[in-house]
């Protein structure tokens, strides 16, 4: 009998199916974390630290717990447990350990009647500070030795040499997240020494094997449940107000809940690092690439959250995807007492990519050659191997054609309006068309797909066949990119059955669906619901005794054999499995092996107009082609790309955090720039299937390389529109006019 037959449904693969938290999220009717309440709830409330580097001398919290309505104040000796967390190193401490290492860092958590008075009980906090010298330089840190990784790579032939030879610096500046949504949860004791905990997070599991620890309870003790989410590209996956929270309720007995503001939100949660990097591309004098050298060095902050990994990714995809025999790579990611960095959205390519393409436009230049031909005559495709680590690329891998595609969209028509929508500045009415130069980039990225480095990338998801249709258990967390919704057109394709419902679960039900980031979910935990999927599919047909399974039940020769009641007389049938993708190894002394599991390619084309008087820029179209594996959802793609893209925009020309000394100067939405609709550039796509030989259906992740290279894309049309070198994003009016 076939196990892996898949049948048409309505509302199965290839259909842009409407999501089910869609309606609610609209109509404001959908539970966000920071709408979670409770009987008899308390609210939390944070003190932190004035300064970038200081000592704590002393704190004194007798006033603040006097306040009538003051149920807790907890310092660092209060945690129970281990006084330390960390996703890959536990250095972070739960609250100031006597020397605050970043502006912003929590020193004591409050709980109270109400969010007035818990701010009045952390105001009340005497604190005595010696301030220290923060170290805030990168390069500097480096030659202090502050490093939380090294990560060489050294491939080929040292010595080889080209008649072509660019280099230069490179600098990205700092971009936050931005979530929609600030860090926010509930805790709920349960009265038995243990604990609830509804938070805003991408890997529930990650934070329960840190959370236990600190609380020095047992792990069964902890149940965290994923909750309602406004956004998270990274910010999410390193704990914030986690175990606060805990270490509240669990002192005073009753649920607590935390919502951070906007200003306490920057500090709150980890950010892109900010990098500097230097490379030198040699060729010869037909384009080809001989030899690529790099040194990169990106800023951890005060502790090391991802850090090792991001280095990793931005060292491992340091060349781009183009064929180069001899590479010299040394990344650094340095510790210092700038706001703490960690995953966000492209993790650590977004810094290469950018360097890397504005390095491959300087050598077409140099070269008197096409950018897009260069780019051409080096691509990589399946069968190569990866310029930086040796792996050979086994997977579909079609760089000429996401180059050929993208080029071959249409232009937009030239500026012939004096609509300041359609003009830099827009309606600041400060541009006229006389004074706009219109200029078009491009770049291209390659990207790994899950988690790399002989990592244990595993995903659990539990399909139930009831009565009334299908159930599918997992600990995954919807962030806001629709994977709900793919996860039940996964299982309606492979069970023929419509009615499905995807069911949050909490650590203490199921096993761990991973981390919602490296564009991994729709992959890894999709795989798992579609293996759970077809072994329930095949259960069902050998009880029911026929060929056909639907929402009706089991069918034989074209007649109902056994209905879903009766094929569930005895109870809910039920599949578990735990999803692993191609193993991957760690990296020998050279960086060299096979570390990771799957690739995707993207190419991206930026139109800009640019007031060259003024430095203002409009990006006029952003235009993308993207290996995508198999559409699962094309509107959610779209939605993924679009939404990717603008992220991309924004580091390209305005997204910055101002950090002054180690704080933040600009720590709010009106000074920090968001790209809006009105700065949303157009978008034409093509999205390239070649399925991958273990997602569901051929489906890729697609999450992450529309940010990558829309960012160098954008900087490159700015380049061409101004003749400037640029060498840093965000670019800045004064990048542009030189005042």
């Keep these: 009998m076939t196990t892996t037959t898949d049948t048409q449904v309505r509302g199965g693969i290839g259909e842009s199916v409407k999501r089910p938290d869609g309606i609610p999220k609209v109509t404001g009717n959908f539970a966000y974390a920071s709408d979670l309440t409770a009987e008899g709830m308390l609210w939390g409330a944070t003190l932190r630290s004035p300064f970038a580097h200081a000592r704590l001398v002393r704190i004194d919290t007798a006033a603040s717990l006097a306040i009538p309505g003051v149920h807790a104040v907890l310092t660092q000796d209060d945690v129970p447990g281990r006084k330390t967390f960390g996703q890959i190193v536990a250095d972070q401490p739960v609250l100031v350990d006597g020397e605050a290492r970043f502006w912003g860092e929590p020193v004591a958590v409050v709980a109270a009647d109400d969010p007035e008075t818990a701010r009045i009980a952390v105001a009340t906090i005497e604190v005595e500070w010696e301030e220290l010298d923060p170290l805030v330089d990168m390069e500097t840190a480096l030659e202090q030795d502050e ?5 060489p790579v050294r491939r080929g032939d040292q010595q080889a040499s080209g008649s072509v030879v660019v280099e230069e610096y490179y600098e990205v500046g700092t971009q936050d997240q931005a979530p ?3 860090e926010a949860g509930l805790a709920i004791p349960d009265g038995e020494g243990g604990i609830d905990l509804w938070v805003t997070s991408q890997w529930t599991h990650e934070d329960h094997d840190q959370i236990w620890r600190s609380l020095d309870l047992a792990p069964d003790q902890i149940r965290q449940h994923p909750t309602g989410i406004g956004g998270a590209f990274g910010a999410r996956e390193d704990m914030s107000l986690h175990l606060h929270l805990c270490l509240l309720a669990l002192r005073t007995g009753r649920p607590v809940k935390m919502v951070y503001n906007r200003e306490e939100s ?8 900010p990098a500097r990097l230097w490379y030198r591309h040699e060729a010869e004098s037909d384009g080809k690439l001989v030899r690529v050298e790099a040194k990169m060095i990106l800023d951890g902050g005060a502790y090391t959250d991802t850090t090792p990994a991001v280095v990793a990714n931005a060292v491992y995809f340091a060349v781009g995807p183009y064929n180069v025999d001899s590479v010299t790579v040394d990344g650094y990611g340095v510790r210092t007492n700038n706001p703490p960095t960690g995953a966000m959205r492209g993790f650590g390519v977004v810094q290469a990519c950018y360097a890397a393409e ?6 077409a230049a140099e070269l008197g050659m096409d950018p897009l031909e260069l780019r051409k005559r080096n691509a990589m495709t ?7 680590t040796g792996q050979i690329i086994e997977t579909s891998l079609p760089t000429v054609e996401v180059i050929d595609e993208v080029a071959a969209i249409p232009l937009p028509p030239p500026l012939d309006s004096d609509d300041p929508l359609h003009l830099p500045g827009g309606t600041g009415l400060t541009t006229t068309p006389q004074y706009v130069t219109r200029g078009i980039g491009y770049a291209v990225s390659i990207k790994n797909i899950a988690f790399s480095e002989a990592f244990d990338d595993f995903a659990e998801a539990r399909v139930v066949l009831t009565p009334s249709g299908v159930e599918v258990h997992t600990a995954a967390v919807e962030v806001g990119q629709g994977m709900v919704t793919v996860l039940q057109q996964i299982a309606r394709t492979a069970l023929g059955i419509e009615q499905v419902a995807v069911v949050p679960a909490d650590t203490s039900v199921i096993g761990s669906a991973g981390s919602t980031s490296a564009s991994r979910q729709t992959q890894m935990t999709g795989g798992a619901v579609l293996e759970a999927s077809r072994a329930l599919r095949a259960v069902a047909l050998e009880r029911g005794g026929g060929d056909e399974l639907n929402s009706e039940g089991v069918w034989r020769d074209g007649a109902l054999a056994m209905s879903l009641e009766e094929l569930c007389a ?14 991957t190894v760690e990296p020998d002394e050279n960086g060299q092996g096979d570390l990771h599991a799957d690739f995707a390619v993207a190419a991206h084309r930026a139109v800009v107009d640019v007031d060259t008087e003024l430095g203002l820029v409009r990006v006029v179209q952003v235009d993308t082609a993207q290996d995508v594996g198999m559409v699962l959802n094309p509107q959610s793609a779209r939605g993924q790309i679009e939404g990717g893209i603008l992220q991309g925009v924004g580091l390209a020309v305005m997204e910055e955090l101002i950090v002054d000394q180690g704080i933040i100067r600009n720590a709010s939405f009106t000074d920090y720039l968001l790209p809006t609709f009105l700065d ?7 999205l390239l299937e070649e399925p991958s030989p273990w997602g569901p259906f051929g489906a890729k992740g697609i999450g992450e390389p529309p940010t990558i290279s829309s960012t160098p894309a954008v900087a490159a049309a700015i380049r061409n529109a101004t003749g400037l070198a640029l060498n840093r994003v965000p670019i800045r009016p004064q990048d542009i006019t030189g005042t």
């Excluded at 490093?147 to 990560?151: E, N």
């Excluded at 949303?680 to 093509?686: C, I, K, L, Q, T």
């Design 570 to 583: 005895d109870g809910p049938l039920s599949e578990h499995t735990r999803f692993r993708h191609p193993p």
């Design 147 to 151: 490093v939380f990784r090294y990560a």
């Design 680 to 686: 949303a550039p157009d978008v034409e796509m093509v």
């Design 358 to 363: 504005s390095q491959m436009d300087r050598l």
């Design 382 to 388: 399946t069968g190569d191997a990866m310029p930086t």
């Design 266 to 273: 920057f500090p709150g949660h980890v950010h892109r690092h």
């Design 180 to 182: 929609l949504g600030t």
